[in-house]
């Protein structure tokens, strides 16, 4: 190799890690700010053009460089991605009940808001959907809150099984779990009425009024039983009856 083509070769490398350099600076600067999907691109950049050169320079020690470089502004990014999903999975873990609905609401928008302001940043699209669903759903449950303790039971309840199947709450649990607590009370209110117009029922005649099989009643009743004020006395299991409180 004559030394016009080493001197060449030498001015092309040395202006190659000149842009590479230039590189490094601009995704510092991505880095200080804290937007990382920019610094990631600029970093992609910089190993196409490594990739692209290194079989004609030696740029194992530039390749290293951008590649740790990758894996930090990488963790980073995941780090502060996973600040809002913690939020919103501890919110998922949240107890609701009717009364304490509107203050979680509260929490839910306040949140919604700081990922609507780093949706892009963080990448955030799909977490954003998620609480525009869990929003959706909470303001179609208001609606039953609101109404099932004064609707005939055949109208509650055929609300309450609407959404449970219109609405997948799987994803939800706490949410789920609201909607089985206000089935629950919508029994209860029931059972209370029963208890004021009978003495006893058979468990045949109950789920005839709820229009919900044997076993099921069966399984309420036990559970309401239990409960503080139960309208339930007794339920005697080997001829099915129901023994209310007066």
Do not use: C, W
């Not at 190799?1 to 600076?25: C, D, G, H, R």
């Not at 990631?40 to 470089?69: G, N, P, R, V």
């Not at 919604?112 to 302001?117: A, C, G, P, S, Y």
């Not at 219109?166 to 706490?174: I, Q």
């Amino acid at each position: 190799m004559t030394s016009n083509s080493n001197f060449a070769k030498y001015k092309q490398k040395k202006e190659l890690i000149e842009e590479l350099n230039i590189y490094q600076s601009i995704v510092s600067k991505k880095i200080d700010i804290e937007d990382f999907k920019s610094a990631l691109t600029k970093i992609d950049s910089a190993l196409t053009l490594i990739d692209e050169f290194q079989s004609y320079f030696d740029l194992k020690h530039e390749l290293k460089e951008f590649s740790e470089i990758r894996q930090k502004v990488l963790s980073e990014f995941d780090t502060h991605r996973n600040i809002y999903l913690r939020r919103y999975n501890n919110l998922l873990k949240e107890s609701l009940t009717e009364t304490n609905l509107e203050d979680f609401l509260k929490l839910l928008a306040m949140l919604k808001n700081e990922v609507d302001d780093n949706l892009n940043k963080y990448n955030l699209y799909d977490l954003r959907d998620n609480i525009i669903t869990y929003f959706t759903f909470i303001k179609k449950l208001y609606t039953i809150i609101s109404s099932y303790k004064v609707l005939n039971y055949y109208d509650a309840s055929g609300k309450i099984i609407k959404f449970v199947k219109d609405y997948k709450v799987d994803s939800f649990p706490n949410l789920k779990y609201l909607v089985s607590t206000i089935f629950q009370n919508l029994l209860f209110i029931q059972f209370n009425l029963m208890s004021k117009n009978y003495d006893r029922l058979s468990l045949r005649e109950i789920s005839e009024m709820l229009s919900i099989t044997p076993e099921r009643v069966e399984d309420i009743i036990n559970l309401i039983i239990n409960k503080q004020r139960s309208p339930i006395k007794q339920y005697t299991k080997y001829n099915n009856i129901v023994i209310f409180n007066k």
